[in-house]
């Protein structure tokens, strides 16, 4: 799909991480092409929207910088990094009691060790319905149990995770303060909630009121000013005309397609487009 890679590839020796959550617009479906693309960078690997971390954990790089504006998801990572076996029994025992009732008692309480925390979120994005994070106005989680039981994954590796996350940097927060730390020999690469102008589907709504129009030109400014600076860009966005016109003149745009079946509805289930955006 792409070009051949700048530099040298991963290594072969290397165990394949599996992302240890399913996330909205996350990025394993593109993974292998795009970090073929990446490569490994000569200085940090910066990713501001972080969710589940697919091309984080198929290009493992070396020095990383990493963040979201999610908080929970932020310290689910860093508990991970810091204690990786206190996440793996405390699922154990969420997959020993998993049960109806069980769910929503979780769901309901919010435990105050960071460990617990953690496994708290893993639990539920892996029974939830749809592996969707969703909040309410008050910032509780507030999805309906799903039909997966299965706690415990069978690719589940998060010793690999811990070490990898060894030498990064985790950071709640804006996408903004992380780009503006990139320099010469950084790469960025920015998945954002995908919202375009004057149209709508029901996934891009959604994150119209998280993510705005306001803030897409926010983050195609921060990029060009890490561009200037000497770093390499790499952007997913929806291919839509508004998308183009606010790369196109400084970046390169390759589209691409996307098979969506994360909706709940099969009648919005399908192929969209989009595009990989290089600087
Ligand atoms: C499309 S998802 C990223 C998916 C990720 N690439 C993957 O493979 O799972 C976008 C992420 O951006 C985060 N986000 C939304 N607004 C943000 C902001 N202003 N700054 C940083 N992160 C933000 C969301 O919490 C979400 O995790």
Known sequence: MFDAPHSSPISATDTKVIPFLKWAGGKRWLASDLVKKIGQPVGRYIEPFLGGGAIFF?????????GDLNTELVDTYRAIQKNWRGIKSRLERHQELHTKDYYYTVRSTTPKNALDRAARFIY??????????????????????????TVLLDTDDFETISHLLESAKIQAGDFESLIDQAIEGDVVFADPPYTVRHKFNGFVKYNESLFSWDDQVRLRNSLLRAMNRGAKIFVTNADHESIRVLYGDEFELTGIERYS???????????????????
């Open 124 to 149: 539920l994005n892996r029974t939830c319905w749809n592996g969707l994070y969703r909040v309410n106005l008050s910032g509780v989680f507030n999805v309906p149990i799903g039909t997966k039981n």
């Open 261 to 279: 079946s994360i909706s709940g509805k099969s009648s919005t289930r399908g192929k969209y487009p989009e595009l990989v955006i290089t600087g």
């Open 58 to 66: 198929t290009l493992r790089p070396k020095s990383a910088l990493l």
